[in-house]
């Protein structure tokens, strides 16, 4: 199988500082990485897509500097949301996917964040 | 870039009774339309996808259909049992390497 983790499962931090989220790919390396974004009731939305060893690219309408991005191997890649804020709380999930032909996403199990 | 749109988006199905799931796609290039599944609190898990060179694949009590044709799929699920209760997405590819657009989603409800 293909199997992703992400940790933390669950954070919960002050408004203003800064939350970091790792997704890893522990069977296989993965090529390419996405974060999405998830609002209760809704489908996911893409953030961003990392590669290793070069800079993400992200969605419209998504602050690069405010969600930081470092993908520094084939089986890591770090979100970090930076200063905080309650609006920022949300379900983060990260993707992998393995060089194929094909666009197979193999899932983490997605990060609560909340921001009191 | 791609659309992706998703119908219905809630449906409660009688345990033992089929459920089936339609998606429509914008893009006739798309070759590829995945399934996921996600539980709530989780992430989404890919249980069926298919290749545009197939029209229909089956795996157990799960089938997809593609009409290339009309731009459209579905997921067909036969003899619905309460853990089949959750959110369904469908997805085509949207443009960029690997990249996919995701539909809305349908929340299945299985009643026993």
């Known amino acids: 199988g293909a199997v992703v983790s992400q940790h933390p499962s669950r954070v919960i931090c002050k408004s203003g500082t800064s939350v970091k989220i790792e997704c890893r790919s522990l069977?296989?390396?993965?090529?390419?990485m996405f974060w999405y974004r998830q609002f209760p009731k809704k489908s996911l939305m893409l953030m961003a897509t990392?590669?290793?060893?070069?800079?993400?690219?992200?969605e419209q309408g998504v602050e690069k500097d405010k969600f930081l991005i470092n993908h520094a191997s084939l089986t890591l890649s770090t979100l970090t949301v930076t200063s905080a804020h309650p609006e920022d709380s949300s379900f983060y999930i990260c993707?992998?996917?393995?060089?194929?032909?094909?666009?197979?996403?193999?899932f983490g199990p997605g990060t609560r964040l909340t921001v009191l | 870039g791609e659309n992706v749109e998703q119908h219905p988006s809630t449906l409660s199905v009688q345990e033992g009774d089929s459920a089936v799931i339609k998606c429509t796609y914008s893009?006739?290039?798309?070759?590829?339309f995945p399934w996921y599944k996600q539980e709530l609190g989780k992430g989404p898990q890919l249980i069926i996808d298919?290749?545009?060179?197939?029209g229909e694949k089956k795996d157990q009590r799960i089938a997809v259909t593609l009409n290339k044709t009309a731009k459209h799929f579905s997921l067909h699920i036969t003899e619905t049992q309460p853990e089949d209760s959750a959110v369904y997405f469908c997805?085509?590819?949207?443009?960029?390497?690997?990249?996919?657009?995701f539909g809305t989603g349908t929340k299945l409800q299985v009643i026993p």
């Open positions: 993707s992998a996917t393995r060089e194929t032909l094909h666009n197979e996403q193999f």
């Open positions: 069977d296989f390396q993965a090529t390419t």
């Open positions: 990392s590669n290793e060893g070069s800079k993400a690219t992200y």
């Open positions: 893009d006739s290039a798309s070759n590829y």
């Open positions: 298919i290749r545009s060179n197939v």
């Open positions: 997805a085509a590819p949207s443009g960029g390497y690997q990249k996919v657009t």
